[in-house]
């Protein structure tokens, strides 16, 4: 796996903390590693984004880069189309995940909202560059009531499209989990055949980056490179 697609069930659910969790991950597991964000949106133009986040989180041994970047924190279609800049389409995220991935082990591609947000005017999506690149996607989820339904929605949306779903990973897991959050460890699952891959701890994003880099392998199972069970936390969090 050179390039993995990171997107999620909707907004503000953890997707860079989780990013950034992986690439600390890659980069502690000795691989070289880049971060794409194709469309960021809700910044101004010297104002860190996402994927300098995951560079401030995982280290300087990250790789950032920026496609298109929006000041109104909207779909990125829609933030392009506002400001009057041009929009960024599949071929070009695939061109540039393409390019990232022949001086790197691993590509991170972090969309913008969930898996069907539109990028450009024809209704492109990042469904629809990772259909380019050939590259599984990965589901970051929220842990409380809903998830059941959001995550099956965006699991099914990547099998009608021939796409592979990696799997999923909590994007901020509960200090104190209520009966719905535990009860969705055993259930997503099952009803998204998709396997847990992960659970990243809230609040996660504001610890010290050291701290961050430290802990991340432990909330990421073996196939993101870190030593996370799911076996073991939901024996933990029983139901």
């Known amino acids: 796996m050179s ?11 953890g997707k860079t903390v989780v990013t950034s969790a992986i690439a600390a991950a890659a980069l502690a597991a000795g691989r070289s590693v880049a971060v794409l964000k194709p469309a960021q949106t809700g910044v101004g133009p010297q104002e860190p984004g996402d994927a300098a986040e995951a560079v401030r989180l995982a280290g300087d041994g990250v790789t950032a880069m920026e496609l298109a970047r929006y000041p109104e924190p909207l779909a990125p279609d829609t933030a392009a189309r506002r400001a009057g800049l041009a929009t960024v389409s599949p071929e070009r ?31 492109h999506t990042l469904a629809d560059a990772a259909g380019l690149l050939d590259a599984p996607v990965l589901v970051v989820a929220a842990a409380g009531l809903g998830t059941l339904n959001s995550t099956t929605l965006t699991a099914e949306a990547l099998r009608a499209r021939g796409l592979t779903g990696l799997g999923v990973v909590v ?69």
């Open 171 to 239: 994007g901020s897991w509960p200090a104190a989990p209520d009966l719905a959050a535990r009860c969705n460890l055993a259930d997503l699952p099952t009803s998204s055949a998709l396997p847990l891959l992960g659970a990243v701890p809230e609040g996660s994003g504001g610890l010290a980056p050291e701290e961050f880099r430290a802990s991340a392998p432990g909330w990421l199972s073996p196939t993101l490179s870190g030593t996370w069970s799911a076996e073991s936390f939901l024996a933990a969090w029983p139901a």
């Open 93 to 123: 995220i695939a061109e540039a995940a393409r390019e990232l991935s022949l001086s790197h082990d691993l590509v991170l591609v972090e969309g913008a909202g969930g898996l069907l947000v539109r990028f450009d005017e024809a209704g």
């Open 3 to 13: 390039v993995l697609v990171v997107s999620g069930t909707g907004t503000e659910i």
